[in-house]
């Protein structure tokens, strides 16, 4: 599972409020990776981390942010909430001792209503 | 950026029967291309990988195809069982600092007894 996890696991929240999702890995990694999975979207990148404090945005950053104070924590925050933020999210790292391979944590699932 | 898709949608196949799924990629510099298996409710995760300097990968009864000059690559899978049955997802990623992973939209495989 690359030592990664992921909280909450599950999560319903109201349209407004913020939500922070937080994935935590143990195996030292430099890359972590925020993806959103919807139907007929597969999987699609939000932000990315290359170290500490370094943070870039992926396709879908748009009412999103993230930080990385810490090697081994990736947080992903919803600042305000939205119905459209409803969706899977998945933790992933880049595990450069297996050829630059991408493991992805177990995800965690936000309703909003 | 890169863009990848992926045919058909759905597949139904016999147990025992073959499948093939195919994706096309647009960006002629990647050169990694992983396939993802997802059962329901759960993380996606690697089952093969193929590199832009091979052709074609074998493991077990899952094989992946590369054609660099066409820009596609195939999943094939032998011998279908029951619990092959999921969603699958191919992906490209090329050169650079971070594994920039673009995944194509996934194809739901059943595979009926």
């Known amino acids: 599972d690359a030592g990664i996890t992921q909280s909450p696991r599950h999560k319903v929240t109201e349209t407004g409020t913020p939500v922070t999702l937080r994935c935590h890995q143990t195996?030292?990694?430099?890359?972590m990776y925020w993806y959103r999975q919807d139907p007929g979207h597969g999987l699609r990148l939000i932000h990315y981390?290359?170290?500490?404090?370094?943070?870039d945005k992926g396709e879908v950053s748009d009412g999103y942010s993230v930080s990385r104070s810490k090697t081994e924590d990736f947080l992903l925050t919803l600042e305000s909430a939205t119905s459209s933020q409803t969706s899977v999210y998945f933790c992933?790292?880049?595990?450069?001792?297996?050829?630059?391979?991408?493991?992805f944590g177990e995800g965690s699932w936000l309703t909003v209503v | 950026g890169e863009n990848v898709e992926q045919h058909p949608s759905t597949l139904s196949v016999q147990e025992g029967d073959s499948a093939v799924i195919k994706c096309t990629y647009s960006?002629?510099?990647?050169?990694?291309f992983p396939w993802y298996k997802q059962e329901l409710g759960k993380r996606p995760q690697l089952i093969i990988d193929?590199?832009?300097?091979?052709g074609e990968k074998k493991d077990q009864r899952i094989a992946v195809t590369l054609n660099k000059t066409a820009k596609h690559f195939s999943l094939h899978i032998t011998e279908t069982q029951p619990e092959d049955s999921a969603v699958y997802f191919c992906?490209?990623?090329?050169?650079?600092?971070?594994?920039?992973?673009?995944f194509g939209t996934g194809t739901k495989l059943q595979v009926i007894p």
């Open positions: 992933a790292i880049t595990n450069r001792d297996k050829g630059n391979t991408i493991y």
């Open positions: 195996e030292n990694h430099r890359y």
């Open positions: 981390s290359y170290g500490v404090k370094d943070t």
């Open positions: 960006d002629s510099a990647s050169n990694y």
């Open positions: 193929i590199r832009s300097n091979v």
């Open positions: 992906a490209a990623s090329g050169p650079g600092g971070y594994q920039k992973v673009t």
